[in-house]
């Protein structure tokens, strides 16, 4: 089973910021928080990872609870070609990657 | 190009066959995994290896087979006896398994499209 909740689905503005929520209720100390997008009928792609710090990269930014339960991914001017599922998921040194549902981000022009 | 190809990407087999999934990486990596996505659902793991000659199940490796003779190589058998086969199968590397505390991250193919006529 899934280890992460996040919202089915969310839309977003053309140009605004997509901010992804997700809630990591039984994450432990060593687990590594991962975000990976899928495109239709593609497999998915690495975003970014963290383990306490806020993260950033050339794709997304990566905000992260001082408890780490939550965190929120940030893409920050959405485009079309960012519609996709975006997962969150948690990783640890036994490598083991748990995908839910994900949430289905819809950006509008 | 570096990555990871998997191949066909569309792969129709009628009910009682086998069917072999091809999957190649020329990363280096030591790792490599096979994962199964229905429609609408994310992904499951079925087989995965961290080392030539070495695999371990996943959590849905009943009616699948795999072999890792070759580091760049994993391919994955869908037997006869796997009841619904009709899936999108990923393949996945990452560079191998670190000490406690390391991580490292898994890339993904492009997937194959299985479909039982």
């Known amino acids: 089973d899934a280890k992460t909740t996040q919202p089915p689905s969310m839309d977003c503005a053309e140009g605004r910021a997509a901010n992804l929520p997700c809630n990591h209720s039984?994450?432990?100390?060593?687990?590594?928080v991962y975000w990976y997008r899928q495109i239709h009928s593609q497999g998915p792609q690495y975003i970014i990872h963290?383990?306490?710090n806020n993260e950033t990269n050339e794709m997304a930014s990566l905000i992260i609870t001082e408890d780490r339960k939550s965190s929120t991914l940030i893409l920050p001017h959405a485009t079309l070609r960012d519609t996709a599922v975006y997962y969150c998921t948690e990783n640890n040194a036994g490598n083991m990657l748990t995908f839910g549902g994900g949430t289905r981000l819809m950006v509008k022009p | 190009d570096g990555g990871i190809t998997q191949s066909p990407k569309y792969l129709f087999r009628k009910e009682g066959q086998n069917v072999t999934l091809s999957c190649e990486q020329n990363?280096?990596?030591?790792?490599m995994y096979w994962y199964r996505q229905d429609p609408g659902q994310g992904l499951r793991l079925i087989y995965y290896?961290?080392?030539?000659?070495?695999?371990q199940k996943g959590d849905i490796a009943e009616g699948y087979s795999v072999s890792r003779e070759k580091k760049e190589s994993f391919p994955l058998t869908v037997t006869s006896a796997q009841k619904n086969p009709t899936a999108f199968y990923l393949c996945?590397?990452?560079?191998?398994?670190?000490?406690?505390?390391?991580?490292?991250?898994?890339?993904f193919g492009p997937g194959t499209r299985l479909t039982v006529l």
């Open positions: 990363l280096n990596h030591d790792a």
């Open positions: 290896s961290q080392i030539v000659n070495d695999f």
């Open positions: 996945a590397s990452s560079i191998g398994l670190g000490t406690s505390g390391d991580v490292d991250t898994q890339y």
């Open positions: 039984t994450i432990s100390g060593n687990e590594y």
């Open positions: 963290g383990l306490k």
